[in-house]
């Protein structure tokens, strides 16, 4: 994973258990007394809020233990691999977009990041500018040009 995404994980687990948590053991506390518990409806979403939070923690632990993290500035070349930005156009529609290839818990299209294991990332994986490449997509095949590859 990406050094950015590293610490947008680390922020994320550390909301969940300084502010999450004491949240969600207040809420289990004041349901507790309002008395019976088995049909107190605001103890049972606590109940499932605080499970819910467990396993994302769970979750971004194990993946941060298990993580490699790539120094992009370290990273150059010509041809499209983990970290680079990869502007494309497409071949068919003449529109331009521009991603960055990135680890899956830290991919979101909205802002230009794509998974490493995306269709659309791994047609490009070994590409470089002026190649065109091959997407199948659930919307049917795209070609796209490699315009630009850079590491940021």
């Known amino acids: ?8 994980i680390i922020a994320e ?4 258990k300084s502010v999450e948590r004491p949240r969600i053991i207040k809420a289990i506390a004041e349901a507790r007394e309002h008395g019976d518990l088995s049909e107190n409806a605001e ?11 467990e396993a994302r923690v769970a979750e971004l632990e194990d993946v941060l ?18 970290g680079a930005t ?4 497409d ?14 818990f830290e991919a979101d299209v909205k802002s230009g990041k794509i998974s490493i294991t995306s269709p659309i990332a ?13 997407v199948n997509t659930p919307g049917g095949g795209k070609s796209y040009e490699i315009l630009k590859v850079t590491f940021k």
């Open 86 to 89: 990869v502007k494309l156009v």
């Open 91 to 104: 071949e068919d529609t003449d529109e331009k977009s521009t991603y960055q290839i990135v680890g899956e």
């Open 43 to 53: 103890y049972h979403a606590a109940k499932e809020q605080q499970g819910w939070t």
């Open 13 to 16: 687990v550390k909301h969940l």
């Open 65 to 82: 233990s298990r993580a490699e993290v790539i120094d992009l500035s370290k990273l150059s070349g010509d041809s499209v691999k983990f």
């Open 122 to 134: 791994r047609a490009l994986i070994g590409k470089s500018v002026g190649d065109s490449v091959e």
């Open 1 to 8: 994973m990406t050094e950015q995404g590293h610490v947008a």
